[in-house]
T-cell receptor
């Protein structure tokens, strides 16, 4: 079963704008990760944030974590058309990943 | 180096048939995972191997699904008496270790798209 919920389900922006996606989860976590997926295949790991961290940066990506609200957000700054993809958060529980339903991001050139 | 590979990339079968899906993990990765992704959904965990043994098979939906990893490398996901509801993309991932003591990134293969007619 799906663990988290992500919003929005779909997001369409213009190139150069920032994109923010949110994720909520239901249980205690060791860490939370964000993945990207193009065309329904090939998940690519983007960034991991540990439960004792509140914010993390990687290039144009910024992830925040609020364990009191059981939520996380992924910000992509200065978006590019090549950022068009589905983005998923995933909770690490034990050794498995439990994914949310994802946000479909479309960046229009 | 080579990533995780999966074969076939697409499989079309008829209801009631048996199928096998293959995963070749990254060399040296002891942990291997199978996930299933239905259209418009996130991947759902099926089973996790640490070495040759299934450490967690709680995600397998029913006894028609079975997976093996006899030599601790390649894994095969087997589905008996396929049903239309089994249609999905089946994703395989591997990591250096699946142990809880430290996090190891999971690297995903491109998936096998299974269509049951």
């Amino acid at each position: 079963s799906q663990q988290g919920e992500e919003d929005p389900q779909a997001l369409s922006i213009q190139e150069g704008e920032n994109a923010t996606m949110n994720c909520s989860y239901k249980t205690s976590i060791n860490n939370l990760q964000w993945y990207r997926q193009n065309s329904g295949r090939g998940l690519v790991h983007l960034i991991l944030i540990r439960s004792n961290e509140r914010e993390k940066h990687s290039g144009r990506l910024r992830v925040t974590l609020d364990t009191s609200k059981k939520s996380s957000s992924l910000l992509i700054t200065a978006s590019r058309a090549a950022d068009t993809a589905s983005y998923f958060c995933a909770e690490t529980s034990g050794s498995r990943l439990t994914f949310g339903e994802g946000t479909q991001l479309t960046v229009n050139p | 180096g080579a990533g995780v590979s999966q074969t076939p990339s697409n499989k079309v079968t008829e209801k009631g048939k048996y199928v096998e899906l293959r995963c070749d993990p990254i060399s040296g990765h002891t942990a291997l995972y199978w996930y299933r992704q239905s259209l418009g959904q996130g991947p759902e965990f099926l089973i996790y191997f640490q070495g040759t043994g299934a450490a967690d098979d709680s995600g397998l939906p029913n006894d028609r699904f079975f997976a093996v990893r006899p030599e601790g490398s390649v894994s095969t996901l087997k589905i008996q008496r396929t049903e239309r509801g089994d249609s999905a993309v089946y994703l395989c991932a591997s990591s250096l270790s699946g142990r809880r003591s430290s996090y190891n990134e999971q690297f995903f293969g491109p998936g096998t798209r299974l269509t049951v007619l």
